[in-house]
């Protein structure tokens, strides 16, 4: 029901992208999309991301590499 904080460390000068997936592989919000280099990334309320309680897929990626993590939304 709150917003979280993500810091997100990368080198300077190093474009990243940050988003939010449900389970069908469609990407509900991109929460970054730039420069990193300690990059702190606020995920704003669920709720005003259109999100239904469930599992979410957190996916980064910066060139070639990826990185998925699931996470949980919850009333």
């Known amino acids: 029901s ?4 993500l810091f997100v ?3 300077d000068g190093v474009r990243f992208q940050l988003a939010l997936y ?3 592989g469609r990407q509900r919000a991109l929460l970054h999309d ?3 280099a300690g990059a702190e990334v606020r995920i ?3 709720a ?3 999100l239904a309680p469930g599992m979410y ?3 980064l990626t910066s060139g070639s590499y990826i990185e998925t993590r699931m996470i949980a939304v919850m009333k």
């Not at 709150?2 to 904080?5: D, L, W, Y």
């Open 2 to 5: 709150g917003e979280a904080r």
């Open 9 to 11: 460390t990368v080198p």
């Open 22 to 24: 449900d389970l069908l």
């Open 34 to 36: 730039g420069m990193g």
């Open 44 to 46: 704003p309320k669920p």
């Open 48 to 50: 005003s991301l259109g």
């Open 57 to 59: 897929l957190l996916r």
